[in-house]
């Protein structure tokens, strides 16, 4: 095992359709100023995770960073789960959900700044049917919607917003949900149901305010039905939302059932139609370099 400290940088070429030359150059030069051996690994789609895997046994990093969307951040968060190396951000996909959760900054030097600091949090992971969701997954409305966003073709921001009403005329729900925790067993109706160890959409959409993500639970919310006002309530970050909106439990390990097959997604990214859900927080931990902002908020909770 090399005993110098490397700087792993991941980057994935096609995420969001842009160029990371710059990226890829800036984060070298900030590596080099803080002393760091600089070493790239761009992934092609096929077998990254054990490439990484096996870079890490071979350079042994302090630190990764990842230039990608969604995608790519939970492939090398599963690569360092339970490991001292800790997981810095740049957010180059077409919807960076994850990075929204972390109200990272928006210049790319701010970013590296972030991604290459000693600000960290231990996040907890949430095994969702066997994968690893960092922030949020869902069944119903949103899933449904992130299945017609990634068959449209359109991507960002506007993609979603132009599936937002097909989605909803053609939409399936209510779904009827049956939720089984150690502490309660309970059915609701609902349009959707989200799994959040974060607290908001790749929209920006705050759903789950008081969420803390390295406290060993994560939520269980059900959203009963379309109330707008109280969705502009999320979208301004407010903290308050009726309970006749959305039912809210907090536990770390459940068991999710649907009397239909409903839409669900894991950290933007859709798969498929299923009925039964089993979500639980491991021991492992992610170590990851976060907003000195992001830790006071996880703080005040
Ligand atoms: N060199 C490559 N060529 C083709 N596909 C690749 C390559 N590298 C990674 N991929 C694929 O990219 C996908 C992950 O993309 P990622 O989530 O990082 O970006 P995105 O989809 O643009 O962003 P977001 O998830 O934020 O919408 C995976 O399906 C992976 O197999």
């Known amino acids: 095992m090399n005993s110098e400290n490397y700087i792993?940088?991941?980057?994935?070429?096609?995420?969001?359709?842009?160029?990371?030359?710059?990226?890829?150059?800036?984060?070298?030069?900030?590596?080099k100023n803080r002393n760091y051996n600089?070493?790239?690994?761009?992934?092609?789609?096929?077998?990254?995770?054990?490439?990484?895997?096996?870079l890490i046994k071979e350079i042994n990093?302090?630190?990764?960073?990842?230039?990608?969307?969604?995608?790519?951040i939970s492939l090398v968060a599963q690569c360092v789960l339970g490991t001292d190396i800790c997981l810095g951000i740049i957010p180059a996909g077409s919807a960076n959900g994850i990075a929204v959760n972390f109200n990272l900054p928006e210049t790319l030097l701010e970013q590296i700044e972030i991604a290459l600091s000693d600000c960290t949090i231990k996040l907890d992971a949430v095994t969702i049917n066997g994968r690893i969701c960092l922030h949020i997954a869902d069944l119903g409305l949103n899933a449904e919607l992130i299945n017609n966003y990634e068959n449209s073709g359109i991507r960002g921001k506007l993609g979603y917003f132009l599936q937002s009403i097909p989605t909803l005329l053609h939409s399936e729900s209510?779904?009827?949900f049956k939720v089984e925790t150690e502490e309660e067993t309970f059915e609701e109706t609902g349009i959707l149901l989200a799994i959040a160890n974060g607290n908001k959409f790749g929209t920006g959409a705050n759903i789950n305010p008081h969420g803390k993500m390295d406290d060993g639970k994560f939520e269980i919310l059900i959203f009963k039905n379309l109330d707008f006002i109280e969705i502009f309530k999320?979208?301004?970050?407010?903290?308050?939302m009726s309970p006749d909106f959305v039912r809210i439990i907090s536990t770390n390990k459940a068991k999710i059932n649907s009397k239909r097959k409903v839409p669900f997604q894991i950290d933007g990214e859709f798969l498929g139609k299923i009925d039964e859900v089993?979500?639980?927080i491991g021991k492992e931990k992610i170590l990851m370099a976060v907003p000195d902002s992001f830790c006071k908020l996880q703080l005040q909770k």
Not at 62 to 68: E, N
Request: charge should be neutral; proline fraction near 5%; charged fraction near 25%.
């Open 8 to 31: 792993l940088l991941v980057v994935n070429p096609i995420s969001g359709d842009c160029n990371k030359s710059t990226i890829i150059a800036s984060v070298k030069e900030e590596a």
């Open 38 to 54: 600089f070493k790239l690994y761009e992934t092609s789609g096929k077998k990254d995770k054990e490439a990484i895997n096996s």
């Open 61 to 72: 990093p302090s630190r990764i960073v990842v230039a990608g969307g969604d995608g790519t």
């Open 174 to 176: 209510p779904f009827q």
């Open 234 to 240: 999320t979208i301004n970050d407010q903290q308050k």
């Open 278 to 280: 089993t979500a639980s």
